[in-house]
C-alpha cells in the first residue's frame, strides 16, 4: 500500500532558529502533497498544498514567509519553520495520495516544541 | 464551505460491544469519504474510503456507510476491544480534504 514516511517524529528547538520537516512519498509519485498542522484536542487544519516544481497554495491566515514549503521532487516535500517561536510550537503532519481513487496516505507526524 | 461534524466527541463501551460512530458534512458535492484512525501523539492511519458512487465499505470488524445525499456517514465497530481505543476522524474529499474533530473511543477490558 501507499507508504508517506515523514521526519523527524520529534524536535526540541530554541526560539528564533528553523527546523525542517521532511515528508516522503515512498512506493508512489505524489505530484501533490498537503502540510497540516494539528492543536490539542483539535482537527487537523490544512495549512498549504505543496505541488512539485512550483510554488506551493497557502491557505487563508497562514504565513507563507513563516512555513517555506519546497516539493523539488515528486517523492519529497519539505516544511520549513522559519524563526520558530513558542506559539509554533504544534503536531505538524502531512499527506499525499497515489491518484484519484485511492484515498489519502499520512505521514506519522512531526511534533514540534519551541522553547 | 464544507463542514465535517462528528458526533459523539467522546465514547465509552465495554470490551466486546458493537457501536456505531457518526459522520456529517454540510456539502453532498463530495469525491469521496475516508475514516482513519488517530493514536494519541501519531499520525493518521486509514480505515476506509468510500467513493461517491459507493453506499459501505467493509474491513474486517469495521463497516463504514455512506449517504451522500443527506451528507452522513457511519462507522459501525463489531466487537469491539481495547485496542480499538483510538481517536476516529471523518474526512470528506471535494476541492481539498476536510476533516471533523473526531470521536475519542476507550473500549474498557
Known amino acids: 500500500g501507499a507508504v508517506v514516511s515523514q521526519h523527524p517524529s520529534r524536535v526540541i528547538c530554541k526560539s528564533g532558529t528553523s527546523v525542517k520537516i521532511e515528508c516522503r512519498s515512498l512506493?508512489?509519485?505524489?505530484?501533490?502533497m498537503f502540510w497540516y498542522r494539528q492543536f490539542p484536542k483539535k482537527s487537523l487544519m490544512l495549512m498549504a498544498t505543496?505541488?512539485?516544481?512550483?510554488?506551493?497554495?497557502?491557505e487563508q491566515g497562514v504565513e507563507k514567509d513563516k512555513f517555506l514549503i519546497n516539493h523539488a521532487s515528486l517523492t519529497l516535500s519539505t516544511l520549513t519553520v522559519t524563526s520558530a517561536h513558542p506559539e509554533d510550537s504544534s503536531f505538524y503532519i502531512c499527506s499525499a495520495s497515489p491518484g484519484a481513487g485511492y484515498g489519502y496516505t499520512f505521514g506519522s507526524g512531526t511534533r514540534l516544541t519551541v522553547v | 464551505k464544507q463542514e465535517v461534524t462528528q458526533i459523539p466527541a467522546a465514547l465509552s463501551v465495554p470490551e466486546g460491544e458493537n457501536l456505531v460512530l457518526n459522520c456529517s458534512f454540510t456539502?453532498?458535492?463530495?469525491?469521496?469519504l475516508q475514516w482513519f484512525r488517530q493514536d494519541p501523539g501519531k499520525g493518521l492511519t486509514s480505515l476506509l474510503l468510500?467513493?461517491?458512487?459507493?453506499r459501505e465499505q467493509t474491513s474486517g470488524r469495521l463497516n463504514a456507510s455512506l449517504d451522500k445525499s443527506s451528507g452522513r456517514s457511519t462507522l459501525y465497530i463489531a466487537a469491539s476491544q481495547p485496542g480499538d481505543s483510538a481517536t476516529y476522524l471523518c474526512a470528506v474529499y471535494s476541492e481539498k480534504l476536510v476533516f471533523g474533530k473526531g470521536t475519542k473511543l476507550t473500549v474498557n477490558p
Open positions: 468510500i467513493q461517491s458512487s459507493q
Open positions: 505543496s505541488n512539485e516544481g512550483s510554488k506551493a497554495t497557502y
Open positions: 456539502d453532498s458535492a463530495i469525491y469521496n
Open positions: 512506493d508512489f509519485q505524489a505530484t501533490t
